[in-house]
C-alpha cells in the first residue's frame, strides 16, 4: 500500500493553500481539500489499497466539482430541479497480486447526463447515465446511478448525512470488470465468466463534517458496497474477491 511521506503531506497542504487562494481570487465558492482513503483496489474487492484523495465541493455559477460527482454543468436549473451534462473519472485496475494474469483495466471518462432534484440543502435526489469512454478494445459502456442523500445537524456544528445509491451497467461495462475470458482464465487460474448487465452493486455512505475552526473542517466517510447479480456471481469475485465491500475516508478541507 502507498504512503504518505511528511513532506509530501506538506507539499499537499502548501498546495492547498494556493489554490484555495487562487479559487477564492475567481469567485468560486465551496470547499477543498486533501485526504486519505482505504478503499477497495478494483469493484471486485480483491485488495485494498491507502490511497491520498482529494476532496472537492466547489460551485461556479451553475458548474460544479465534486470528488463523488465529477464536472457537472446544471443547463436547466429551476424550482431544486437541474439537468446537464457530465463529465467524471472512472478508476481502471491494474491487475497483479490476486488478479495476476487478467488483462488490465485503463482509466477512463465518464461522460453523460444527470438529473438531481434537491429543494433545499438537506436533501436531494439525483440520477445520472453515462458511457465510459478511452477504454481499450471491448472495454467500457453505458453505466448509471440512481440514489438519495439526507443531511442533518447534529450540534457544536456537526453536520451528519447518509447516502444510498445504486449503480448500473450495460453488459459490456459489466464485463469490464466482472468478466474473465478464456485467455484470461488460462492465464489466472480463474474460471472463465460471462458477467450481465443491470445492477451491479448497491453502496450505503455515512458522512460526518466536523468543525475546527477558522472555516476549517474535518470529513470523515465510511461506506458498505454489496455486490449484485452477475457482478456477485463473477468468478473473479467467488475466487479472489468479496462481495461484501467496505471503504473509509477522510479528509481537511477549507470552506470559503
Not at 469490464?176 to 443491470?198: E, W
Request: no cysteine.
Amino acid at each position: 500500500m502507498p504512503r504518505l511521506s511528511f513532506s509530501a503531506i506538506l507539499a499537499g497542504l502548501l498546495s492547498l493553500g494556493a489554490a484555495m487562494g487562487a479559487a477564492a481570487d475567481s469567485g468560486i465558492t465551496g470547499e477543498l481539500g486533501l485526504g486519505l482513503g482505504y478503499q477497495p483496489h478494483d469493484p471486485t474487492g480483491s485488495s485494498y489499497d491507502t490511497v491520498p484523495l482529494p476532496y472537492m465541493d466547489l460551485e461556479w455559477g451553475d458548474v460544479s466539482l465534486s470528488t463523488d460527482d465529477g464536472l457537472t454543468w446544471s443547463a436547466f436549473k429551476g424550482n431544486g430541479l437541474s439537468v446537464g451534462p457530465y463529465v467524471n473519472y472512472l478508476q481502471g485496475r491494474n491487475s497483479d497480486g490476486k488478479l495476476r494474469g487478467l488483462r488490465d483495466v485503463r482509466d477512463m471518462a465518464d461522460i453523460g447526463g444527470f438529473i438531481e432534484y434537491a429543494p433545499d440543502d438537506f436533501w436531494r435526489l439525483f440520477a445520472t447515465l453515462g458511457q465510459a469512454v478511452g477504454g481499450a478494445g471491448g472495454q467500457g459502456g453505458l453505466l448509471g446511478k440512481l440514489g438519495g442523500e439526507i443531511g442533518y445537524p447534529l450540534g457544536m456544528g456537526i453536520i451528519g448525512s447518509n447516502e444510498l445509491t445504486l449503480h448500473f451497467a450495460d453488459d459490456r461495462q459489466a464485463n469490464t470488470f466482472y468478466g474473465v475470458s478464456s485467455k484470461d482464465s488460462l492465464a489466472s487460474g480463474i474460471d472463465r465468466y460471462n458477467a450481465g448487465g443491470g445492477l451491479q452493486n448497491f453502496t450505503l455512505s455515512q458522512s460526518f463534517q466536523f468543525p475546527l475552526g477558522d472555516n476549517w473542517s474535518l470529513v470523515a466517510s465510511a461506506s458498505w458496497i454489496r455486490l449484485a447479480n452477475s457482478a456477485a456471481d463473477s468468478s473473479i469475485v467467488r475466487d479472489r474477491g468479496e462481495v461484501n465491500q467496505g471503504q473509509v475516508q477522510t479528509a481537511i478541507s477549507y470552506k470559503f
